[in-house]
């Protein structure tokens, strides 16, 4: 029997995204006229602070998943090569408007010292270990991303009666999430062309199992803590938390079907091809 023949440096690794997708870096500046407003989402404390504490970490974890990708690019085919640029490049405008967006909710008088604390605890674990987790766990957590992209933007709830240009910022993010939700998977299928379809599988969703469980603790954290200075503690206050991640208007019950397609065999972001949502949200944007 013939020995089977090394798989090439750059053989390019197929994939479902499409081959004509362009990541669009639309570089577009928000709220930099408005005056802060502490409860900005419609008056709402609960989508006030769990926004704020989502976009809270953002830039240091945005950093995190640029490096994460850049780790594993080489040997990419040209197409793959050109999404990672593209990505980087969205990301690097997120990073800089979530900046300015934290500026915001400080000058209305948050302390967002405490998550970036606990954030910068938690990714100093994350070094001196393998690269690959770091891709696992980035790829985990832009389908997360990715998901909260596709409820914000089907669903014109999640910011109605946001102030100033708030609503605009979060629209403009979720356009640039779902555009570019597969560049973290397929580079991850790129560095992991060598394993078998099992060992791929079994770390992407171990990971995911993980990267959930942190994620909606510490995000609950974080959003309590936010509450808390607005004098909001007790049983009840997690109780109208809950119902408002959960029943109305439930990003966590709705991406739920979304999170459990991630642990199919055949999973890949673009199965579900969101292109005619994304000219839709952009020229609402407009």
């Known amino acids: 029997m013939n020995a089977q023949s090394p798989i090439p440096l ?24 408005d005056k802060p407003e502490r409860w900005w ?10 926004h704020n504490a989502l976009s809270a970490v953002f830039p240091r974890g945005e950093a995190f998943f640029i490096e994460a990708v850049k780790a594993h690019r080489d040997g990419a085919d040209p197409k793959l090569a050109e999404e990672i640029r593209g990505f980087v490049a969205q990301e690097i405008n997120h990073t800089r408007e979530h900046i300015a967006f934290n500026r915001a909710a400080t000058d209305a008088g948050y302390d967002l010292s405490r998550i970036d604390e606990r954030l910068v605890g938690f990714l100093e674990m994350t070094n001196g270990r393998p690269v690959i987790l770091n891709l696992a766990s ?19 709830q999640h910011f109605a009666g946001a102030r ?17 939700k597969a560049v973290a998977y397929d580079t991850y299928l790129h560095a992991t062309r060598r394993w078998s379809r099992w060992k791929r599988w079994k770390l992407k969703s171990l990971m995911m199992l993980l990267v959930t469980k942190n994620f909606l603790a510490h995000r609950w954290t974080d959003t309590l803590d936010l509450l808390a200075q607005d004098g909001m503690t ?25 999170w459990v397609a991630y642990f199919l065999p055949g999973f890949h972001p673009w199965n579900n091809d969101e292109r005619g949502l994304i000219a839709r949200a952009e020229a609402e944007l407009a």
Request: zero cysteines; a neutral charge.
């Open 10 to 33: 750059d053989a390019a690794v197929a994939t479902p995204t499409p081959a004509d997708l362009t990541l669009t870096v639309r570089d577009l500046r928000f709220g930099r006229e």
């Open 41 to 50: 989402l419609n008056g709402d404390p609960y989508g006030t602070a769990w």
């Open 138 to 156: 980035t790829m985990a957590l832009e389908h997360f991303t990715a998901m909260m992209a596709h409820e914000f933007l089907v669903n014109p």
């Open 164 to 180: 100033g240009d708030s609503g605009k910022l979060w629209r403009w993010h979720a356009i640039e999430e779902i555009e570019h």
């Open 234 to 258: 007790g049983f009840r206050v997690k109780l109208r938390l809950a119902a408002y991640l959960m029943w109305k208007p439930g990003v966590l019950r709705r991406i739920f079907p979304a």
